[in-house]
């Protein structure tokens, strides 16, 4: 009976029902880009005001308290500054002050356009020295007479130029001693440095150099000085002779032994020496910007801004 009991117990089952997800739409990813937003520009703005300087700040302020006063004064801190943030006038390009459209530009262009022709004449200038200086080589070692002499010349480019010193030797002087008189020998070499000199525009700086022994008759008044000026005048109408026009010659000086070619030695016959530069068109320019501009004449010399130089006899 109990067994019958069981089996006629009643089986209960319970079902859960379930119920659908309420609709609620995609307004949470709107919120939450406009989160990111928010936070971006708030980033943004903390980077731009770490990077501003203090009277980039004070100007931007000022143009919000009172626009029209900054605009019309403008000053610092108003209108386009090195900061990122420019304002002030319609060219945005400007990086400061307050300008008229396209000015910086302009001044950018002349700018870039006046190194480009300062680079473009040194190339050409490096590009004709170094050929005038193999010409002057080749003239020297393809001349048997010119050849034995090739110890004493020097050829040397340096940055005001292409520099050409014949210097003197125990065995072969260029001068007498004490004398602005040439050897044969001497004549030779300038007329051959001045017929390769003819073709080349360039200005030329010829110096007169002795050693450090004083000169015999100073006591009258004749000193080194005198006599490397004489020699370097000397020099300067044998390469006359030679075609080389007047105008050519930028300066002709007597130096003495205040720049000596060997200084652990200032008796040294390389001392003694005749230097001829021809110069760049930047030496030019630094060597002659204060000679052009006549003051005062006195006598045979011609006082100029920035310098007195000795003029030729006529």
């Known amino acids: 009976m109990a067994g019958d009991a069981k089996k006629l117990q009643p089986i209960i089952i319970k079902r859960v029902k379930k119920g659908g997800h309420a609709v609620h739409g995609g307004a949470w990813k709107i919120a939450y880009a406009d989160f990111v937003t928010a936070m971006m520009a708030f980033f943004l703005l903390m980077w731009l005001l770490g990077s501003t300087s203090e009277g980039d700040k004070k100007g931007i302020s000022d143009y919000f308290q009172s626009p029209m006063k900054v605009a019309m004064q403008g000053g610092s801190g108003a209108g386009a500054s090195a900061s990122v943030v420019n304002g002030g006038g319609s060219d945005l390009t400007q990086s400061s002050g307050q300008s008229k459209r396209g000015d910086g530009a302009d001044k950018r262009a002349k700018k ?24 002057i080589a080749a003239a020297i070692s393809g001349n048997p007479k010119m050849a034995e002499f090739s110890s004493q010349i020097r050829l040397e480019i340096t ?6 010193q014949i210097v003197d030797d125990q065995k072969r002087p260029m001068f007498d001693s004490g004398s602005a008189a040439l050897k044969p020998y001497m004549r030779d070499i300038l007329r051959e440095i001045g017929t390769a000199l003819l073709d080349v525009e360039n200005k030329i700086s010829l110096d007169g150099h002795t050693d450090r022994s004083a000169y015999g ?11 490397s000026a004489d020699r370097a005048n000397a020099s300067r109408r044998e390469l006359a002779n030679a075609g080389m026009p007047e105008d050519k010659l930028a300066r002709v000086v007597g130096m003495a032994s205040s720049l000596l070619l060997d200084p652990a030695d200032p008796l040294s016959p390389s001392n003694r020496r005749i ?12 060597l002659l910007g204060g000679l052009r501009v006549p003051v005062e004449m006195d006598g045979d010399a011609e006082t100029t801004q920035g310098a007195t130089v000795a003029q030729p006899a006529r």
């Open 112 to 135: 870039m356009s006046g190194d480009q022709k300062k680079s473009e004449a040194a190339k050409r200038d490096a590009k004709m020295l170094a050929a005038l200086s193999a010409k």
């Open 159 to 164: 940055p005001d130029g292409l520099q050409i």
């Open 217 to 227: 008759n100073a006591g009258k008044g004749y000193s080194n000085w005198e006599l």
């Open 275 to 286: 230097s001829i530069l021809v110069m760049t068109k930047d030496a030019e320019e630094r």
